[in-house]
C-alpha cells in the first residue's frame, strides 16, 4: 500500500539552527501539505504546495519556513532558525486531488525537540 | 480561531459498547468532513469522510452524521473494540481552499 514516508523520525537541534525535514509523498499525488502538533495540542496547518508552488500558507509559516520539491519526489520543509516554540510533531501529508475527491495521507512524523 | 472544535477531551466507553464522538464547526463554506484516527507517535490515519449533500456514510463499524443546520457532526463506532482506544481528530474542509481544519482530538478509551 502506498504510503507517505518522512525523514528522520526525530531530530534534536539547538536554538538558532536550521533544519530540514523531509517527505516523500504518495507518487501519484498532486497536493502535499506540512501540519504540526505540538504536545498536548491539536493538528495545525502549517502550508500547502501544488504544480510547484505554495497554495495557502497559514500565519505559523512566517519568513522562518519555506519549503520546496526540489527533485520530483521530495518534499522538504526547512526551518532557517529554530526557536524553543517550534518543537513539535510536524506531519507531511499529500491528497490525489482537491475538493471532495480525496482524503489526506499523512506520514507518521518528524518530532523536532530544539533545545 | 478555532473552526473546528472537539469539545470533549476524552471519553471512556465499555467493549462491545457504542462510542459517540462528537464534533462542531463554525464555518459555513466547510462542505467535506473527515474523521482521522492517530495513536502515539504516529501520524493520523483516515478513518471515515462524508460530504455536505449527504446526512449519513458508513463503512463496517463507523458512522459519519453530519447536521448541517446545527453545524455538528459525529462518529459512532459500533461495537467498540479495545483495539479503538486511540485519539480522534475530526477535520473540515472547504472546496474553495486547500487546507483541512482539524479540531483538538478526543482520546477515546475503550476498556475490555
Known amino acids: 500500500e502506498p504510503e507517505v514516508t518522512q525523514t528522520p523520525s526525530h531530530q534534536v537541534t539547538q536554538m538558532g539552527q536550521e533544519v530540514i525535514l523531509r517527505c516523500v509523498p504518495i507518487s501519484n499525488h498532486l497536493y502535499f501539505y506540512w501540519y504540526r502538533q505540538i504536545l498536548g495540542q491539536k493538528v495545525e496547518f502549517l502550508v500547502s504546495f501544488y504544480n510547484n508552488e505554495i497554495s495557502e500558507k497559514s500565519e505559523i509559516f512566517d519568513d522562518q519556513f519555506s519549503v520546496e520539491r526540489p527533485d520530483g519526489s521530495n518534499f522538504t520543509l526547512k526551518i532557517r532558525s529554530t526557536k524553543l516554540e517550534d518543537s513539535a510533531m510536524y506531519f507531511c501529508?499529500?491528497?490525489?486531488?482537491?475538493?471532495?475527491?480525496?482524503?489526506?495521507?499523512f506520514g507518521e512524523g518528524s518530532r523536532l525537540t530544539v533545545l | 480561531d478555532q473552526q473546528v472544535k472537539q469539545n470533549s477531551p476524552s471519553l471512556s466507553v465499555q467493549e462491545g459498547r457504542i462510542s459517540i464522538l462528537n464534533c462542531d464547526y463554525t464555518?459555513?463554506?466547510?462542505?467535506?468532513f473527515l474523521w482521522y484516527k492517530k495513536y502515539p507517535a504516529e501520524g493520523p490515519t483516515f478513518l471515515i469522510s462524508?460530504?455536505?449533500?449527504?446526512d449519513k456514510n458508513e463503512d463496517g463499524r463507523f458512522t459519519v452524521f453530519l447536521n448541517k443546520s446545527a453545524k455538528h457532526l459525529s462518529l459512532h463506532i459500533v461495537p467498540s473494540q479495545p483495539g479503538d482506544s486511540a485519539v480522534y481528530f475530526c477535520a473540515a474542509s472547504a472546496h474553495t481552499g486547500n487546507q483541512f481544519y482539524f479540531g483538538t482530538g478526543t482520546s477515546l478509551t475503550v476498556i475490555p
Open positions: 462524508i460530504s455536505s449533500i449527504k
Open positions: 464555518n459555513s463554506m466547510f462542505d467535506y
Open positions: 501529508a499529500s491528497r490525489s486531488s482537491r475538493g471532495q475527491a480525496g482524503e489526506l495521507f
